[in-house]
């Protein structure tokens, strides 16, 4: 079975800092891997995924993830923040020849002036 | 653009009733499927399918039916509606197989609320 551990359920930076929301995987099988955005009252749009091709991933909004298959993570980051970006990021991993995706718990992410 | 719609932003349904939550997607994907939202315990499956009349179990069916008529529309059934299932409620629908890489595409959710 596969799982994913999101570490820090709120995470707060000043505008302009950078971003580093953690998620770390469990998958028997390789994986591929996800990050989805929620805005406030919205559904989940999808950030960027990882699907065995090249280990950084750049996504929407100028986030990126790197695959790191040693230390089982994917963690998101983006160099500069924006107050835009305050939202609820959730980290998401489907099995490779697998049909269902298993998130995270989320992280709240909150942008400070 | 891939547009999933669900037939109510806000629910209020009492102990008991039944309720239906609609979802219909406009992109012609095979798959479809239904998750709840709860704080601290992120998206957990109810149920997906993957065609017309398919339906698969997820992680917490209990409590849940699922009916798919037609390929572009998904319902969610709480046969009795009970206070443990006010939540907010995601459909999402993606293409192809259920052996793919592609992206799920989520509506804008159904916050239930069970009085």
């Known amino acids: 079975a596969q799982s994913v551990t999101q570490l820090g359920s709120h995470v707060s930076v000043s505008e302009g800092a950078l971003v580093l929301l953690r998620c770390n995987y469990s998958s028997s099988v390789p994986p591929y891997l996800f990050w989805y955005v929620q805005y406030p009252n919205q559904g989940l749009q999808l950030l960027l995924k990882?699907?065995?091709?090249?280990?950084l991933v750049k996504g929407i909004n100028g986030f990126e993830a790197e695959f790191k298959k040693s230390e089982t993570s994917f963690h998101l980051t983006k160099p500069s923040a924006h107050m835009s970006d305050a939202a609820e990021y959730f980290c998401a991993v489907r099995p490779g020849g697998g049909n269902k995706l298993t998130f995270g718990t989320g992280t709240q992410l909150k942008v400070e002036l | 653009d891939v547009k999933v719609t669900q037939s109510s932003r806000y629910l209020v349904k009492r102990t008991g009733e039944k309720v239906f939550l609609e979802c219909v997607q406009d992109?012609?994907?095979?798959?479809m499927f239904w998750y709840r939202q709860d704080p601290g315990l992120g998206l957990r499956l109810i149920y997906f399918?993957?065609?017309?009349?398919?339906?698969e179990k997820g992680d917490i069916p209990e409590g849940y039916s699922v009916s798919r008529e037609k390929k572009e529309r998904f319902s969610l059934i709480l046969e009795s509606a009970s206070t443990n299932q006010t939540s907010m409620y995601l459909c999402?629908?993606?293409?192809?197989?259920?052996?793919?890489?592609?992206?799920?595409?989520f509506g804008p959710g159904t916050r239930l609320t069970v009085l």
């Open positions: 999402a629908s993606s293409l192809v197989a259920p052996v793919s890489t592609d992206t799920q595409y």
């Open positions: 990882y699907t065995s091709a090249a280990t």
């Open positions: 992109m012609d994907h095979e798959n």
């Open positions: 399918s993957y065609d017309v009349k398919m339906k």
